[in-house]
């Protein structure tokens, strides 16, 4: 998997998202471009909306440390802007991240330390719990730090665009959610399952993948708590509702700073317990395939042209 993840995949990915929830698409733009990179009903998805999508996914499954904000950080591109608006807003988003960096910087731990486990075949799941532990509490502190960053964005939008931006971030939540369910099942495989990608990727035969399924049913009991999905939803609900309207204060939405924190610390755990029940099952050489991968997730870095 490519870890440039460039503008141009996450209009297309959203594309089949957005298409497949049923919201409708915003009117066209100033410029006369449309807004919404909706995909028309029963449309069937290229081989590149596959591989957009699927990269998508897998970006969501390792990157949760900006929680919503990352989201919107996302969702601010394509939405049919002037050019001046187009370079106010990356400046926007450079700030955004900048400001998410101690959160990515506790991520980045996680991933090298589960890097190593890997490639060791041995996962010190208390290690991890603790660094997902640094990854919430940084979290935390995200949605203060960004709130006058979001508000700038805001202010340079036109209704239509804001909408448009409304339900790009509502295209991530849901796959970000979807990405990072509890469960693992053979049917999870057909929507961006990680068991079945990683069949592929490491060659895994029908008794691994089995048995990899067995041990992460059982771990997941033990996970510290679950996703509250409702608290999400709210969160995302009145995020929309606010950034709408023509006065809008990002300091005013309250469950902010825990949703992001929430967001981040299920994913990193779930991350990391995905992998301590894909472990004992590997062969060294499939071991040190995957911690490769696991670096370059760690080691990725959004450029002007990326996010």
Known sequence: MSMRWTLGLAPVALAMMVGCSGNSAPA??????????????????????????????EHHQHHH?????????MSAESLGTTPEQTAAIEKIRADMHAKMMPAHDAEKKVLGILADDVAAGKIDQAQLDAAASEVSKAAAGVHAA????????????????????????????????????????????????RVGKLAKELNLSSDQVDKIR??????????????????AEAHLKAFGTAFASETFDSKTLTTGTSVNS???SWGVTRMSRFYGAVVPVLTAEQRTKLAESLRRHANYKRTQNET
């Open 146 to 193: 960004v709130a006058d960053a979001i508000n700038q964005l805001h202010s340079i939008l036109t209704p239509t665009q804001r909408a448009a931006l409304i339900t790009k971030v509502e295209a991530h939540f849901h796959v970000w959610h979807k990405a990072n369910s509890g469960d693992e099942s053979a049917e999870k495989d057909a929507r961006g399952g």
């Open 262 to 264: 929430h967001v981040a």
């Open 65 to 73: 440390h900006g929680g919503f904000a990352m989201f919107i950080a």
């Open 28 to 57: 066209n733009s100033p410029g006369g471009s449309s807004t919404s990179d909706v995909a028309p009903a029963g449309t069937t998805p290229t081989d590149e909306q596959d591989e957009s999508m699927g990269d998508l996914v």
């Open 214 to 231: 067995a041990n992460f049913k059982a771990s997941s009991g033990a996970a510290p708590a679950q996703f509250d999905a409702a608290e």
